[in-house]
């Protein structure tokens, strides 16, 4: 049985081959409503970098970008990427969670490019208490992720294949819950962005 909530295992070097085929059409508009919300001084805390697919769109905006990714598969594509566009000076990749992220902060957003829904809700609290700790107050935090209206919110789901897609749908959230939710752990909502398939939750930590 696969474990969704551990992507070192979920995303295996074929996985980390092929991802960026299926990933690019989402990450690149999500990332793109990204930028308009970002300066050039900005240094930018990525959690679950993967493949460097949006690492490298923000690189080129920002004055750095830290990527966290724990699968080491996904890392090495991002080494690679990062290397063919003259990215890598400005971005550090580190091998760790969002729960325990290994850096000290104060970073001026956070982006979560979908991701979130590999972080399951037991964990979800923690996550976010490792968010806080890294960022200021008024630092923008972006969750960008696949939606369906009927895939559900808050639910434990046990998986029945190892097909990742069919995985990643079961295990989404619900935008509006969500962001109900990370209100209450001390964000404010900026911006909501529906695309098809896909939203981008704007929101920024409070003082």
């Known amino acids: 049985m696969i474990d969704i909530s551990r992507p070192e295992v979920l995303f295996n070097p074929l996985t980390a081959q092929i991802y960026d085929l299926f ?4 990450v690149s508009l999500t990332t793109s409503k990204i930028l308009e919300y970002l300066e050039p001084q900005d240094i930018v805390l990525e959690i679950g970098s993967g493949t460097g697919l949006a690492t490298t769109i923000l690189a080129g905006k920002v004055r750095n970008v830290i990527g966290v990714e724990p699968s080491p598969s996904m890392l090495a594509k991002a080494q690679e990427k990062l ?3 003259g990215l890598q000076d400005k971005v550090e990749l580190l091998a760790d969670r969002a729960e325990r992220l290994p850096i000290p902060g104060p970073v001026d957003a956070v982006v979560m490019s979908y991701v979130l829904r590999h972080i399951k ?3 979800l609290t923690a996550s976010m208490t490792e968010l806080k700790r890294v960022m200021r107050a008024g630092s923008k935090l972006f969750l960008a992720d696949l939606h369906l209206p009927l895939a559900g919110a808050f639910r434990e789901v046990t998986p029945a294949s190892p097909n990742y897609l069919v ?3 079961l295990a989404l959230y619900d935008p509006e819950t969500l962001v109900q939710y990370l209100e209450g752990q001390g964000f404010r909502a900026v911006g909501m962005y529906y695309y098809p398939l ?3 939750a704007v929101l920024e930590k409070g003082a």
Do not use: I, M, N, Q
Not at 23 to 26: E, K, Q, Y
């Open 198 to 200: 896909s939203f981008l």
């Open 167 to 169: 995985l990643g749908v």
């Open 83 to 85: 290397a063919r566009y």
């Open 23 to 26: 990933a690019w059409p989402f």
């Open 121 to 123: 809700p037991d964990k």
